[in-house]
């Protein structure tokens, strides 16, 4: 393993290795996309809880942030993140919960 790169939520303000993040992204056709892991480029991270996903979307922060030219299908968008954090947390098994949890 090399060193893990850690990422800071844009909901929470807690920093995660890069691969217990969602990273919303800048596609090349200007629409916003969604990813797990590294990628270059611009990119807002955002933790699997829900909480936080609602936040980054209700925000719209990520849309600020990427200068997304177009407007996404927030619906869309959000079910995607939901298919994609629940995979997340398959996948890494011991994300860690409760961190940033009052
Ligand atoms: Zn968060």
Known sequence: MTHTPYRRCAACGTRRPQGELL???????????????RRTGRGVYCCPHEACRSKTLGKSLYAKKLGAAKVVD??????????LAAELEQRNGAVRHGENHR
């Open 23 to 37: 990273r919303l992204f800048r596609a090349s056709d200007g629409a916003v996309a969604l990813t797990v892991g």
């Open 74 to 83: 927030e619906k869309l968008l959000r079910g995607q993140m939901q298919n």
